[in-house]
């Protein structure tokens, strides 16, 4: 199906989202969208432990959507940096993984900058467009659930 100006809508919604992420600085391997000096997984990383901690690297895993090597070398850095501090868990398989008072002083900076510039950017739209960008939203992230991971292999 194509649309009036001629495009079909997966490569209308692929162009969007991709303008949506280099427009809101996702790409941007050193800094936040919301200017905090941190990789974007770090933040995120740092704002789940602010919302339960202690979590596991393979809880984080899950959270984040990326693997358990990418997690360790995660945690790696955030424990070089002093925002976090890791333990063995019961399972000696496991590493628990929790905030330090530094890290909990970032993790509500971030989240706060977050916050921040979530409502400039509802500020700045109209009231329409904002009643119906959270079901929308909404759908368009259980539709991506229902998508196979990137790694595995389709059936």
Known sequence: ????????PASELRGLVQQ???RFGVLAADRTPCGNPLPIAQAHTLMLLLESQPLTQQA???????????????????SAAGHIEQQVGDDARQRLVRLTPSGRRLAKQ??????????????????HTREQLLPVLQDLVRSIELLP????PES
């Open 149 to 152: 991971s990137p790694s595995e």
């Open 20 to 22: 949506l992420f280099r």
């Open 1 to 8: 199906m194509v649309r009036d100006g001629g495009v079909e």
């Open 110 to 127: 971030v989240e706060r900058a977050s916050q921040q510039r979530f409502q400039e950017i509802l500020r700045n739209m109209p009231p």
């Open 60 to 78: 984080l895993a899950a959270a984040l959507h990326i693997d358990k090597s990418n997690v360790a070398r995660l945690c790696s850095k955030l």
